[in-house]
C-alpha cells in the first residue's frame, strides 16, 4: 500500500473526474452479480478487471458448469438476469449421494420438497455472458478493463487507487473497494488480509460426458477412495462431469485417450447411467480451501473467491458468493438511501456481520464433507454408511438439507427471498 493517495495521481487528465462510490475490483461471476445489483440506485460505480469483457475471455467464465441453487436463482430473477440465463440451464429434480463400494445411499427430491427444482445446471459462459451484456449497457458504471489493481492507500473519508490500464498508470478515488478478485486477491494482499488454506492434493477435471442412458434429471455426488465426483444433468441427455483426482494422478488421466478416460468414469460411477459414450475436452483446475481471516477493513469488503474459496463438491462456491454480493448490495443501496457512506464502518459491520454465519456454515460443511469422505478407515466408513440410511429415512433431517442446498437457509438478503432490493 502506498502511504499518500497524491502520489498516485500521475496527471490530471488520468484520474476521474468526481469520486466514485463504489469501486468492485473483479468482474468475474460474483463482482459482475454486485455491479449489476447496486446499479439504478444512485451510486458512482467503477469495476476494475484485468480481461476484456468483449472478447468474453475472463477465467471466471470458462467453461466450467454451476449447480445454481433456488436461492441463487431467484438473485439473478430480481437483477433481471435469469430469463436470459434460463434457456441454457437444465433443472435438478433429484440429488443422490452416495460413497462407492459402501452400503446406504441418500436422496433429495424436488418433488418431496414441493418445489419444480432443487437447482439448475448453467454453463458459467452462459452466466458471464448475460452479466457481460447487462455490465455494457449500465449507464452508472465505469468499467476499467483490461485494467490491473496495483496499490491502494486508505485515508479516513476515501480510498485512493492506483490503476494500470492501457498501457499507463492511473489514479482514482473511491469511498469504498470490494475486492471481488477471486482466490487470489490483490486487493487482499494490498491490505494485508491473512488467509487461512488447506491444500487437499487434490484437482478437479471436468468435462462434458453423453452416457447411454437418460439422466432424467438427476445430479449424482459420489465419493471414491481417490476423492468425490459429480454428474450434473445437462441438455440432450448429456452430464456436466467434475471429477476430483489426486494430484499425482493429474498429469496421466489427462494424457489419457478419450476411450480411456470414459472407462474411468465408468469404474469410479458404476454403470447406473450405462456406458459413458462421449467426452468432451477436459480441463483441470488445482483444488484448495481458502479463508480470509477478515470480510472487511475500514473502507473495503471481501466478497466471493476474494473471501472464501471450497472444493466444488457440493457446488457452493458461486452460490455463496452470489449471496455475499446480494447481502452487500442490500446493505450499500439501504445506506444510500439513508444518506450514509457506503464505506463507513457501520455499513461494513452490517455486512461482515450478517454473511458470518453462512460462510462458516457452508464452507465448514464443504470441508467437513470432503475430509470425512476421504476417510478410508472402516469406522468412518460405516458410520457414513449408517448416516446416509438415518438421513435417507429422516424427512425432516432431508428438508433441514434441501433448504441448504437450495440456497434457502438462514436469514437471506432481499434478492434471495424473490423481493427487490
Ligand atoms: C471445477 C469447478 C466447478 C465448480 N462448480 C461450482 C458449482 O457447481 N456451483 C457453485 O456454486 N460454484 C462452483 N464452483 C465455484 C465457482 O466457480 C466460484 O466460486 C466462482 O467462480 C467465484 O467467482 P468470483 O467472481 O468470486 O471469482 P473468480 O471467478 O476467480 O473471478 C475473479 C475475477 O477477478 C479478476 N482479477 C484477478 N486479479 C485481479 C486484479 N489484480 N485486479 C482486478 N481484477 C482481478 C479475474 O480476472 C476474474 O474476472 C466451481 C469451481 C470449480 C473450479
Redesign the pocket.
Known amino acids: 500500500m502506498s502511504q499518500s493517495g497524491s502520489d498516485m495521481m500521475h496527471s490530471p487528465a488520468a484520474v476521474s473526474q468526481a469520486m466514485d462510490d463504489v469501486t468492485i475490483?473483479?468482474?468475474?461471476?460474483?463482482?459482475a452479480s454486485l455491479a449489476c445489483a447496486l446499479s439504478g440506485h444512485g451510486l458512482r460505480l467503477s469495476m476494475?478487471?484485468?480481461?476484456p469483457f468483449a472478447t468474453h475471455s475472463?477465467?471466471?467464465y470458462d467453461d466450467?458448469?454451476?449447480?445454481?441453487a433456488e436461492g441463487s436463482r431467484r438473485i439473478l430473477a430480481g437483477l433481471g438476469l435469469w430469463s436470459a440465463i434460463a434457456e441454457h440451464s437444465t433443472p435438478i429434480k433429484r440429488i443422490h449421494v452416495s460413497d462407492r463400494g459402501r452400503f446406504g445411499t441418500a436422496t433429495l427430491s424436488a418433488a418431496d420438497q414441493g418445489v419444480e427444482a432443487l437447482g439448475h445446471v448453467v454453463p458459467?459462459r452462459c452466466i458471464g455472458q448475460a452479466l457481460a451484456d447487462r455490465l455494457a449497457a449500465m449507464p452508472d458504471l465505469i468499467l476499467r478493463a483490461p485494467a490491473?489493481?496495483e496499490d491502494v492507500d486508505v485515508g479516513e473519508t476515501e480510498v485512493g487507487l492506483s490503476i494500470h490500464s492501457d498501457g499507463r498508470d492511473m489514479g482514482a478515488a473511491t469511498r469504498l473497494v470490494v475486492g471481488?478478485?477471486?482466490?487470489?486477491s490483490?486487493v487482499r494482499a494490498l491490505l494485508g488480509i491473512g488467509v487461512r488454506r488447506w491444500e487437499y492434493g487434490q484437482s478437479?477435471i471436468?468435462a462434458n460426458v453423453s452416457p447411454e442412458r437418460d439422466h432424467h434429471g438427476v445430479a449424482y455426488e459420489r465419493f471414491t477412495d481417490t476423492g468425490p465426483m459429480a454428474l450434473l444433468p445437462m441438455s440432450g441427455g448429456r452430464c456436466a462431469l467434475?471429477l476430483t483426482v489426486r494430484d499425482a494422478d493429474l498429469d496421466s488421466l489427462m494424457e489419457l485417450s478419450d476411450a480411456d478416460f470414459a472407462r474411468v468414469i465408468e469404474r469410479r460411477f458404476g454403470r447406473r447411467l450405462g456406458r459413458m459414450v462421449q467426452v468432451g475436452e477436459r480441463l483441470s483446475?488445482p483444488l484448495a480451501y481458502w479463508r480470509a481471516q477478515a470480510d472487511v477493513r475500514p473502507r473495503v469488503a471481501l466478497?466471493?473467491?476474494?473471501a472464501h474459496?471450497?472444493h466444488?463438491v457440493a457446488?457452493?462456491?458461486?452460490?455463496l458468493?452470489l449471496r455475499d454480493a446480494a447481502t452487500l448490495a442490500e446493505v450499500l443501496v439501504d445506506a444510500a438511501r439513508a444518506g450514509n457512506d457506503p464505506g463507513s464502518d457501520a455499513v461494513l459491520r452490517r455486512y461482515a456481520a450478517w454473511r458470518r454465519w453462512d460462510q462458516r456454515r457452508t464452507a465448514g460443511f464443504t470441508d467437513g464433507l470432503v475430509r470425512l469422505f476421504s476417510n478410508p478407515l472402516a469406522p468412518a466408513a460405516w458410520a457414513r454408511g449408517l448416516g446416509m440410511v438415518a438421513f435417507d429415512l429422516l424427512p425432516p433431517a432431508k428438508g433441514l438439507l434441501s433448504r441448504s442446498a437450495m440456497g434457502l437457509a438462514g436469514r437471506l438478503p432481499r434478492l434471495a427471498r424473490g423481493l427487490s432490493l
Open positions: 475490483v473483479g468482474g468475474g461471476l460474483v463482482g476494475v478487471e484485468p480481461f475472463s477465467p471466471s466450467r458448469t454451476i449447480a445454481l458459467a490491473v489493481l471481488a478478485d477471486g482466490a487470489h490483490q478437479a471436468i467434475v483446475y466478497i466471493g473467491n476474494a474459496t471450497l466444488p457446488g457452493q462456491g458461486f452460490n458468493g
